[in-house]
């Protein structure tokens, strides 16, 4: 059986165009604004995999989000969407 593809959580919010660039992403990550399966994140080398749930600050807003799976580039809109599916709350 296959080990489930895990990312670096800076490197999958940067591919999944939650931030413009890696570096405003670990920023994020490293003063805590950010929470993995509702646990707070300070450090954007955590590792992040396809089932966990992400807390994430959009401006005024906040967005849940489920991974669906890791990404080996920064793609267009289109295919960073597919990343992720909003989680209702």
């Known amino acids: ?23 405003l992403a670990a920023e994020a990550c490293e003063k805590g604004h950010l929470r993995i ?9 955590r590792e992040v995999r396809p089932g966990d749930v ?15 799976a890791g990404a080996k580039r920064r ?3 289109t295919e960073a969407r597919t990343l992720y599916e909003v989680v209702e709350e």
């Not at 399966?37 to 080398?45: D, I, P, T």
């Open 1 to 23: 059986m296959a080990e489930p593809e895990r990312l670096r959580l800076d490197k999958w919010l940067w591919c999944a165009r939650f931030y413009k660039t890696r570096g």
């Open 37 to 45: 399966n509702g646990f707070r994140v300070e450090k954007a080398g």
């Open 54 to 68: 992400l807390t994430i600050p959009q401006g005024r807003e906040v967005v849940v989000v489920r991974v669906l």
């Open 75 to 77: 793609g267009p809109a």
